[in-house]
């Protein structure tokens, strides 16, 4: 029964420690924010691009030179993986081949430059 317990505190604390928190307000660009992989990403979407902005706790840009990414887009039965590039000091930007449609779930997996990981889920 302790072994039971130890195990269950051990689980909790590490789903803890792995938590994102949820951003209810809109990035300085006006898109939509999560944490991933230590920094904030904001979500920005015109037709077929899509834009993520690599931002600090302040929501102040930071530089995204050596971040690489990719992003899981889905919309109904449509799957699309879209590789990111770095687009300016602080972005990092791809094409998808059709426009995104409203109410798509898109994945970003972000690494940056210094190895960190993660992934966070966005719906356009």
Same mark, same amino acid.
């Given at each position: 029964?302790?072994?039971?317990?130890?195990?269950?505190?051990? $689980?909790? $604390?590490?789903? $803890?420690?792995?938590?994102?928190? *949820?951003?209810?307000?809109?990035?300085?660009?006006?898109?939509?924010?999560?944490?991933?992989?230590?920094?904030?990403?904001?979500?920005? !979407?015109?037709?077929? !691009?899509?834009?993520?902005?690599?931002?600090?706790?302040?929501?102040?840009?930071?530089?995204?030179?050596?971040?690489?990414?990719?992003?899981?887009?889905?919309?109904?039965?449509?799957?699309? !993986?879209?590789?990111?590039?770095?687009?300016?000091?602080?972005?990092? *930007?791809?094409?998808? *081949?059709?426009?995104?449609?409203?109410?798509?779930?898109?994945?970003?997996?972000?690494? !940056?430059?210094?190895?960190?990981?993660?992934?966070?889920?966005?719906?356009?």
């Amino acid at each position: 029964m302790k072994l039971i317990a130890v195990v269950l505190a051990a $689980a909790l $604390a590490s789903s $803890a420690a792995f938590a994102q928190h *949820k951003h209810s307000s809109k990035g300085p660009n006006g898109g939509t924010m999560e944490d991933v992989a230590g920094v904030h990403a904001e979500l920005i !979407t015109s037709g077929s !691009t899509v834009t993520f902005n690599v931002l600090d706790e302040d929501s102040k840009p930071i530089k995204a030179a050596g971040y690489s990414g990719s992003v899981l887009i889905v919309s109904g039965s449509e799957r699309e !993986t879209v590789q990111l590039a770095q687009a300016g000091d602080s972005a990092l *930007k791809g094409e998808a *081949k059709k426009p995104i449609a409203k109410g798509s779930s898109i994945t970003l997996m972000l690494k !940056t430059d210094k190895g960190k990981s993660g992934q966070a889920r966005f719906t356009q």
